[in-house]
């Protein structure tokens, strides 16, 4: 029912669009049984270990993106126990980390930092599609590191910027937003970890609560929980006012360039929440995400909203970037509003062509849900032609 309900709203927009999507969503019914089996064994995982390894988003989240080619796809949740309560995730971890040095010796994308009055934001290419970020007091000279996954290449960049790194935020757990915390420590013996402690942050020295601010020199820094990637996500909002400029937003695997993270461990319910947290932040706040996605998300917004001229446009400028190897980030929470589709579980022309329609009860927050919760089904099955 649910393919001829998206083939109907998308007639007359493309048939090869209305093929693909009938496609995948043919994909998602016969991988039912599977979700399922997923949703069981996340219940079962501990999140109280205290190294748990952990980084594979099955949209491979360091692999050099090789078409087709997914680990995490064939054995799904089986994986990410094994991933995140042993061992095993770490020396995967650094394999893929000397894989990755080897392969962009210069990082995988070109970034330019953001200079506002007396901060500075310094992104990091590491691995093979993650970002780390030096936010900097450049009066104080004090820098503060987010999720940095590669400790040699924050290290030389603290280094370059003849900075004192205070303290190290980590938005979650898994290795490729937390490996380096180790490593960084042990060089900055007075630097704190902060994070959430229901996510067994490696080396965390300083728990946060939501709401939460860390202050270093002029940097004022707010922690949001937006849990559902896992279940201690948070995010990490700088304050803009202090410095006469836009509040950035580092995310993590909560939001991307036109994308959101894998549910983990948590429901579609738990996601949306997290997502509305970011919505209600204001539209001139910068996107810091901890990934370079954007090109395979705009393609498969492109699959599902067809029409939209704005998701058309930043393609566009995205793929001229990513020819050069420029990276893509920072967007605004504004442009996201335009083309993310997981933060337009509001809009007609998605929940006609993709979601259930208001329940009896006509409670917008469950139709919401499902939408939001058949989207991200889809763009796990989704590949980028």
């Not at 083939?7 to 093929?19: D, Q």
């Not at 380096?180 to 067994?200: A, F, I, K, M, W």
């Not at 400029?245 to 939001?255: T, V």
């Not at 901890?290 to 909203?305: I, M, P, R």
């Amino acid at each position: 029912m649910a393919a001829v309900v998206a083939a109907t709203a998308l007639k007359g927009r493309g048939a090869r669009n209305a093929r693909v999507l009938r496609g995948i969503l043919s994909g998602a019914t016969a991988n039912k049984a599977s979700q399922n089996r997923t949703r069981a064994l996340q219940s079962h995982s501990s999140p109280e270990c205290k190294e748990e390894p952990e980084t594979l988003s099955p949209e491979l989240e360091y692999i050099p993106r090789k078409r087709g080619k997914n680990p995490m796809k064939a054995v799904g949740l089986a994986w990410y126990s094994l991933y995140t309560r042993t061992w095993l995730g770490y020396l995967f971890y650094r394999q893929q980390l000397r894989r990755a040095r080897n392969r962009y010796p210069k990082g995988h994308s070109r970034t330019q930092p953001r200079l506002f009055n007396g901060v500075k934001v310094l992104p990091i290419p590491v691995l093979s599609d993650n970002y780390s970020y030096l936010i900097i007091d450049t009066h104080a000279r004090l820098a503060v590191a987010v999720d940095p996954s590669d400790p040699q290449a924050v290290q030389a960049s603290i280094e370059k910027e003849g900075v004192n790194l205070v303290a190290i935020l980590c938005t979650h757990k898994h290795w490729d937003h937390s490996g380096g915390n180790r490593d960084l420590r042990r060089r900055h013996q007075d630097c704190r970890v902060y994070g959430s402690p229901q996510d067994g942050i490696p080396y965390l020295t300083h728990p946060l609560c939501h709401q939460d601010v860390v202050s270093v020199g002029r940097l004022q820094i707010q922690a949001l929980a937006t849990p559902g990637h896992t279940q201690g996500h948070l995010v990490y909002l700088l304050d803009g006012e202090p410095y006469k400029g836009p509040s950035c937003l580092f995310s993590g695997d909560l939001l991307f360039l036109s994308g959101c993270g894998r549910t983990f461990e948590g429901t579609a319910e738990t996601m949306l929440s997290s997502l509305d947290t970011v919505l209600g932040l204001g539209d001139d706040t910068l996107l810091w995400p901890g990934h370079e996605y954007a090109e395979e998300n705009l393609g498969f917004a492109g699959v599902v909203e067809p029409e939209n001229l704005a998701r058309e446009r930043k393609m566009q400028w995205v793929q001229r970037q990513r020819m050069e190897r420029k990276s893509t980030c920072p967007s605004t929470l504004g442009e996201e509003r335009s083309y993310n589709p997981f933060l337009r579980t509001h809009c007609l022309v998605l929940q006609e062509a993709l979601g259930p329609g208001p329940g009896p009860t006509r409670d917008d927050g469950c139709s919401r849900a499902q939408l939001l919760e058949k989207l991200r089904q889809l763009k796990d099955l989704h590949k980028s032609k």
